[in-house]
């Protein structure tokens, strides 16, 4: 959720326990060019672990470094392919990216190969069709995750 997911209302979800939370969604464009942008997009603390940062990207390279900068605070990045927000897909991110199955392999494979031993999911949403869905889990990219998050809501 974008701007949800701050870190008072993660320390909420887990006195009420939720094992795992996740960052709201984060540009990783934005978070890997500008430290403003990092110190105003991403808090934490210690006792906010196991924590997963989201990101939106169209851009292996940003995602990879947003990755890269964010690792010693967090257990594993996520790439979110799943905001049906309309900012989010008139930018070309979020559920826009499910029908681009190649460029969400590429952006998976950069951050690998950027930061191997950091877990990578990619959330999804279901797509018109089953078929279509079925189609995009099987797709390269799954070869490169270590999870995928599936959204039961139909756009």
């Given at each position: 959720?974008?701007?949800?997911?701050?870190?008072?209302?993660?320390?909420?979800?887990?006195?009420y326990?939720?094992?795992?939370?996740?960052?709201?969604?984060?540009?990783?464009d934005?978070?890997?060019?500008?430290?403003?942008?990092?110190?105003?997009?991403?808090?934490?603390?210690?006792?906010?672990?196991?924590?997963?940062a989201?990101?939106?990207?169209?851009?292996?390279?940003?995602?990879?470094?947003?990755?890269?900068?964010?690792s010693?605070?967090?257990?594993?990045?996520?790439?979110?392919?799943g905001?049906p927000?309309?900012?989010?897909?008139?930018?070309?991110?979020?559920?826009?990216?499910?029908t681009n199955?190649?460029?969400?392999?590429k952006?998976?494979?950069?951050?690998?190969?950027?930061?191997?031993?950091?877990p990578v999911?990619?959330?999804?949403?279901?797509?018109?069709?089953?078929?279509?869905t079925?189609?995009?889990?099987?797709s390269?990219?799954?070869?490169?995750v270590h999870?995928?998050?599936?959204?039961?809501?139909?756009?």
């Amino acid at each position: 959720m974008v701007r949800y997911s701050s870190l008072p209302f993660r320390h909420l979800v887990k006195i009420y326990g939720c094992d795992v939370t996740y960052t709201h969604m984060i540009l990783a464009d934005c978070f890997s060019k500008a430290k403003n942008a990092r110190d105003a997009d991403f808090q934490h603390c210690i006792n906010d672990r196991p924590l997963i940062a989201q990101f939106a990207a169209t851009e292996p390279e940003y995602f990879a470094k947003a990755a890269k900068l964010i690792s010693p605070y967090v257990d594993g990045v996520d790439l979110n392919c799943g905001c049906p927000q309309r900012w989010a897909v008139k930018e070309g991110i979020g559920a826009c990216m499910c029908t681009n199955p190649d460029l969400i392999f590429k952006i998976v494979k950069r951050c690998k190969e950027v930061n191997p031993e950091l877990p990578v999911s990619v959330k999804i949403r279901i797509l018109d069709s089953l078929e279509e869905t079925i189609s995009l889990v099987k797709s390269e990219s799954k070869k490169l995750v270590h999870y995928l998050l599936l959204f039961m809501v139909e756009l």
